[in-house]
């Protein structure tokens, strides 16, 4: 390449078109509805056996918003406490 030019968004920002944003929400079709319904009610289970646990809430949360843009490859949802809680209950 015999020329090169470094630009900015700041340098051409005035010549660029008005920026809108608007979230328009999608309805899941039935297979993925359905999937992540069951997925959502063994979620409840686990936060009800893991009652306080932040690890699961938080790792739950984070499945909950994943899955409709990534409905594969979950895998085992693990909170870092409940493996420490099953270390000590072994442990004492």
């Given amino acids: 390449m015999e020329l090169g030019a470094f630009v900015s968004l700041e340098d051409i920002s005035s010549e660029l078109p008005s920026y809108r944003e608007e979230v328009i929400g999608v309805d899941m079709d039935e297979p993925l509805a359905k999937a992540y319904t069951d997925l ?4 409840k289970e686990a936060l009800e056996e893991h009652r306080g646990n932040h690890s699961v809430i938080s790792t ?5 918003l994943s899955y409709p843009d990534r409905p594969y490859g979950l ?3 693990i909170g870092t406490n409940m493996i420490r809680s099953r270390i000590e209950e072994c442990l004492f």
């Fill in 60 to 64: 739950a949360l984070n499945a909950l």
């Fill in 75 to 77: 895998g085992d949802l």
């Fill in 40 to 43: 959502e009610e063994q979620i």
